[in-house]
């Protein structure tokens, strides 16, 4: 279900639920809820672009007419596939960090069923692109991720993601990510092809590396 049960606001609304979600994820950043309520509500221009993206791109167009979901069901295989294989590498990216791809919250305030699946789309890759960007989840991991997401879709909820992060860092974290980190992010994020305008599923059997060149993705440099 790409949305349990969709909420429609008025703009007064938006704003108190977008004012309400900030606060409560930069008090508490592990609130998956609360920092999906805040990109729902501050991304839907956002959302729109994405869309417009999707139905210019060969593949985009397949995504938006089949709406594949990255559920236990759909992604079962990768952990059979070659290991070589990116299929492969989501999967122990997954199994490593006993993260289950079910865990993801439902869409709820988006206004068509097609900004919904987009919305949610961008939400269940995530781990794909932590595979493929080969970064940790930890917070740097994170919040270099975040940059690569809000140069790619320009949702204001990354950046506040990446403002949020940095405010948790300590001065040697600060430093790392800055002069390691951040250049890295800012430049694989123009580099790579649309990660919106990719069906990842069908591209479990190829070879990582093949994969990375093929989408034009830089991997994070290991850390000095």
Avoid at 28 to 34: E, Q
Avoid at 175 to 183: C, D, I, N, V
Wanted: net charge neutral.
């Amino acid at each position: 279900m790409i949305g349990g049960s969709r909420v429609r606001l008025n703009t007064w609304q938006q704003t108190a639920v977008a004012v309400g979600s900030a606060v409560g994820a930069l008090l508490d950043p592990r609130r998956a809820d609360l920092i999906a309520a805040l990109g729902e509500t501050t991304g839907k221009p956002a959302f729109e672009r994405v869309l417009e993206r999707m139905r210019q791109s060969t593949e985009g167009r397949a995504v938006l007419l089949e709406r594949p979901r990255v559920i236990s069901a759909n992604v079962g295989h990768a952990w059979d596939l070659p290991p070589n294989t990116f299929g492969a590498a989501y999967a122990r990216f997954m199994g490593s960090r006993n993260f289950s791809p079910d865990d993801r919250p439902p869409v709820r305030f988006m206004d068509t069923d097609e900004l919904a699946y987009v919305a949610m789309r961008a939400r269940e890759l995530h781990d794909f692109w932590h595979t493929l960007f080969d970064l940790p989840t930890n917070l740097i991991g994170e919040s270099a991720l975040k940059v690569i997401e809000f140069e790619q879709m320009y949702l204001p909820m990354c950046m506040l993601s990446v403002i949020g992060g940095t405010a948790r860092f300590n001065p040697k974290q600060r430093k790392l990510f800055y002069q390691h980190y951040f250049p890295w992010a800012i430049r694989a994020g123009m580099q790579c092809t649309d990660l919106m305008c990719v069906y990842y599923e069908r591209h479990f059997d190829e070879d990582l590396e093949e994969l990375r060149r093929k989408l034009g993705i830089i991997p994070a440099p290991a850390a000095p």
